[in-house]
């Protein structure tokens, strides 16, 4: 095997085109399996192993500067980079993140996760270099449905300022997480049918050289395109066409599927953790969406590039039609558009992970709540119990939903608690509203929930007891009883519960009534404590003699954690919390 002797690039230039041909059916085997075992980013991966092995032929990394952007599509390059082992052996997986990460190697020069950033971070590479007057290449690599992003159009915008050496290389599979979606994805098929000869062209027109690699899975041609490219005293293009999910039958028929795809059977390409078929907060969105469109033509889900977080795979965006829609990866876009359909009259719902509404801080308080245009925000995997990646943490929106004025941020505990407020978002017409999508177990407990959420910031005592009052948050109401049961079993006290419902405001009547027969009250927060909901408990406390502790997570960036771990570290647990009482009082 070749790629057992591969240590670093240097070993890649011993090979002659026919060996890296054998290497990189090597690599694919090697991605197979530990796919099959471990799952990640398929699709991506499968489909640029050619291209980075004749990035790794041609250029003289680590000196010249490769960047991966949102890094779906760094494996390759970390089996060539030194790390092989974490891709080939089993005991190994664990060693590298899913994503390029300068602690782990010298070749890779950023740790990134969020899309369209490749190129500005590239130019800053670049800008650097010449102004120390070195040289070296600067390469970014971007894939086509990044392109949607603006910060990948700003930053080509940008790279032809820099009249020096960058390429960016555009690999072009005709697909982004799901299809893609936008204007400029039609000169892209336009270049690939015309082997990139059609006078319309996006990246002459931004003011580059231009390159169109028409078998951009094969070796050959692309050593020959990058030959050309190295040393360049100019920005250009590498517009390459590859096939996303090359070499795995199932991967290359269904993009979508595949982009990132749990354990599986190698043979059928079945997944070995089938669903339960049972509901969950995706399905129940999707099937409330959808009967809502039927009743009312205004009703429309937004989607940037994330489809299925709300359950609509490609036949549920069929049934919707016009009614759904996908503005690919552009979430500032996403906001300013459900803004404007609010705005004349419209009811949009977008859709969106906690950690990717982050890229749309501006607009939310620009476009969406200066003038209160009542759209409806949903806040997916906004949880210790979400994605894990230090890139895609999705515990920071509390801090940041939560204090933008004119915003609603509503955190439901369970089904019949979030449909009644989705319900309520889409029929008001006063307020942009977030709702905070529970994460965790799938909770349903069959209630009719009949709040008004008009009248703001009315909490729910659930639990009416005396001395500690516990406040469970979303997510953490669970907790919230299960404390209050702990309590009780430690000391006797009854402990009162309560429901805030509302993270952007408190209830100061509740709070103040707490006062006659509680010492102690206690705020649980699935998110970052710092600027977030508990604080503003403390803070109406602040003249009183009353006790607060404020649970949730402390302000950290955590890479690839178990929940358990965090909640134990940040004493989230039943147990802790109840020692914690207990010392007080």
Same mark, same amino acid.
């Given at each position: 095997?070749?790629?057992?002797?591969?240590?670093?690039?240097?070993?890649?230039?011993?090979?002659?085109?026919?060996?890296?041909?054998?290497? +990189?059916?090597?690599?694919?085997?090697?991605?197979?399996?530990?796919?099959?075992?471990?799952?990640?980013?398929?699709?991506?991966?499968?489909?640029?192993?050619?291209?980075?092995?004749?990035?790794?032929?041609?250029?003289?990394?680590?000196?010249?500067?490769?960047?991966?952007?949102?890094?779906?599509?760094?494996?390759?390059?970390?089996?060539?980079?030194?790390?092989? &082992?974490?891709?080939?052996?089993?005991?190994?997986?664990?060693?590298?993140?899913?994503?390029?990460?300068?602690?782990?190697?010298?070749?890779?020069?950023?740790?990134?996760?969020?899309?369209?950033?490749?190129?500005?971070?590239?130019? @800053?590479?670049?800008?650097?270099?010449?102004?120390?007057?070195?040289?070296?290449?600067?390469?970014?690599?971007?894939?086509?449905?990044?392109?949607?992003?603006?910060?990948?159009?700003?930053?080509?915008?940008?790279?032809?300022?820099?009249?020096?050496?960058?390429?960016?290389?555009?690999?072009?599979?005709?697909?982004?997480?799901?299809?893609?979606?936008?204007?400029?994805?039609?000169?892209?098929?336009?270049?690939?049918?015309?082997?990139?000869?059609?006078?319309?062209?996006?990246?002459?027109?931004?003011?580059?050289?231009?390159?169109?690699?028409?078998?951009?899975?094969?070796?050959?041609?692309?050593?020959?395109?990058?030959?050309?490219?190295?040393?360049?005293?100019?920005?250009?293009?590498?517009?390459?066409?590859?096939?996303?999910?090359?070499?795995?039958?199932?991967?290359?028929?269904?993009?979508?599927?595949?982009?990132?795809?749990?354990?599986?059977?190698?043979?059928?390409? =079945?997944?070995?953790?089938?669903?339960?078929?049972?509901?969950?907060?995706?399905?129940?969105?999707?099937?409330?969406?959808?009967?809502?469109?039927?009743? &009312?033509?205004?009703?429309?889900?937004?989607?940037? +590039?994330?489809?299925?977080?709300?359950?609509?795979?490609?036949?549920?965006?069929?049934?919707?039609?016009?009614?759904?829609?996908?503005?690919?990866?552009?979430?500032?876009?996403?906001?300013?558009?459900?803004?404007?359909? +609010?705005?004349? @009259?419209?009811?949009?719902?977008?859709?969106?992970?906690?950690?990717?509404?982050?890229?749309?801080?501006?607009?939310?308080?620009?476009?969406?709540?200066?003038?209160?245009?009542?759209?409806?925000?949903?806040?997916? @995997?906004?949880?210790?119990?979400?994605?894990?990646?230090?890139?895609?943490?999705?515990?920071?929106?509390?801090?940041?939903?939560?204090?933008?004025?004119?915003?609603?941020?509503? +955190?439901?505990?369970?089904?019949?608690?979030?449909?009644?407020?989705?319900?309520?978002?889409? =029929?008001?017409?006063?307020?942009?509203?977030?709702?905070?999508?529970?994460?965790?177990?799938?909770?349903?407990?069959?209630?009719?929930?009949?709040?008004?959420?008009?009248?703001?910031?009315?909490?729910?005592?659930?639990?009416?007891?005396?001395?500690?009052?516990?406040?469970?948050? @979303?997510?953490?109401?669970?907790?919230?009883?299960?404390?209050?049961?702990?309590?009780?079993?430690?000391?006797?006290?009854?402990?009162?519960?309560?429901?805030?419902?509302?993270?952007?405001?408190?209830?100061?009547?509740?709070?103040?009534?707490?006062?006659? =027969?509680?010492?102690?009250?206690?705020?649980?927060?699935?998110?970052?404590?710092?600027?977030?909901?508990?604080?503003?408990?403390?803070?109406?406390?602040?003249?009183?003699?009353?006790?607060?502790?404020?649970?949730?997570?402390?302000?950290?960036?955590? &890479?690839?954690?178990?929940?358990?771990?965090?909640?134990?570290?940040?004493?989230?647990?039943?147990?802790?919390?109840?020692?914690?009482?207990?010392?007080?009082?």
């Amino acid at each position: 095997m070749y790629i057992e002797k591969i240590n670093g690039p240097l070993d890649v230039k011993k090979l002659t085109i026919d060996e890296l041909i054998v290497l +990189a059916d090597e690599m694919r085997h090697a991605l197979l399996i530990r796919a099959s075992k471990h799952g990640g980013h398929f699709g991506p991966n499968f489909g640029m192993v050619e291209a980075t092995i004749a990035m790794h032929y041609v250029f003289e990394s680590p000196k010249d500067k490769i960047v991966y952007d949102v890094s779906h599509q760094c494996y390759p390059h970390k089996m060539l980079t030194g790390r092989k &082992d974490a891709y080939l052996y089993e005991e190994h997986y664990d060693d590298v993140t899913g994503y390029t990460n300068p602690n782990e190697s010298e070749h890779d020069f950023f740790t990134i996760g969020h899309t369209s950033t490749s190129v500005s971070l590239a130019c @800053g590479l670049a800008k650097a270099r010449d102004l120390k007057g070195e040289d070296g290449n600067v390469i970014a690599v971007i894939g086509d449905g990044s392109l949607s992003g603006g910060e990948a159009l700003e930053g080509i915008d940008y790279a032809a300022e820099l009249n020096s050496n960058i390429i960016i290389v555009i690999n072009d599979n005709d697909m982004s997480i799901a299809e893609n979606h936008g204007g400029l994805y039609k000169n892209l098929k336009l270049l690939r049918e015309t082997n990139g000869q059609a006078e319309c062209n996006l990246f002459k027109a931004m003011g580059l050289e231009y390159i169109y690699v028409n078998e951009g899975n094969d070796i050959a041609s692309l050593i020959d395109a990058f030959k050309k490219v190295k040393d360049i005293n100019k920005p250009v293009a590498v517009h390459i066409n590859t096939l996303k999910g090359k070499g795995y039958a199932p991967a290359e028929a269904n993009k979508e599927q595949w982009h990132y795809h749990g354990p599986f059977n190698i043979e059928t390409g =079945e997944s070995l953790y089938k669903g339960t078929g049972e509901e969950n907060y995706a399905s129940i969105t999707r099937d409330y969406l959808l009967d809502r469109m039927k009743k &009312d033509k205004k009703v429309v889900a937004i989607t940037s +590039a994330t489809p299925t977080i709300m359950g609509f795979t490609k036949e549920y965006r069929d049934i919707a039609g016009e009614q759904f829609v996908d503005v690919g990866i552009a979430e500032e876009t996403a906001v300013a558009l459900a803004a404007g359909i +609010a705005a004349n @009259g419209g009811k949009p719902v977008y859709g969106v992970y906690s950690t990717f509404l982050q890229r749309t801080y501006d607009q939310l308080t620009q476009d969406l709540c200066i003038d209160s245009n009542p759209a409806t925000i949903l806040t997916f @995997g906004g949880s210790v119990y979400g994605m894990s990646d230090v890139t895609h943490l999705g515990i920071q929106d509390i801090p940041m939903l939560s204090n933008i004025p004119n915003l609603v941020y509503l +955190a439901p505990s369970t089904k019949e608690e979030y449909l009644a407020m989705l319900d309520w978002s889409i =029929e008001q017409s006063d307020y942009p509203v977030a709702i905070r999508v529970p994460a965790g177990r799938f909770i349903s407990d069959g209630k009719n929930v009949t709040k008004d959420f008009s009248k703001f910031n009315k909490y729910e005592i659930e639990k009416k007891g005396s001395k500690v009052a516990i406040i469970g948050l @979303g997510t953490f109401m669970e907790l919230a009883y299960n404390t209050a049961d702990e309590i009780k079993a430690k000391t006797g006290i009854e402990a009162t519960v309560i429901n805030p419902y509302y993270i952007s405001g408190i209830d100061k009547e509740v709070l103040e009534e707490l006062k006659k =027969e509680h010492q102690l009250v206690i705020t649980l927060e699935d998110g970052i404590t710092d600027g977030g909901f508990g604080e503003k408990i403390t803070r109406f406390y602040s003249i009183s003699d009353m006790k607060v502790l404020n649970y949730g997570l402390k302000k950290e960036l955590i &890479d690839r954690y178990k929940v358990e771990d965090v909640l134990r570290d940040n004493r989230l647990t039943k147990e802790q919390i109840t020692e914690d009482v207990m010392r007080l009082l």
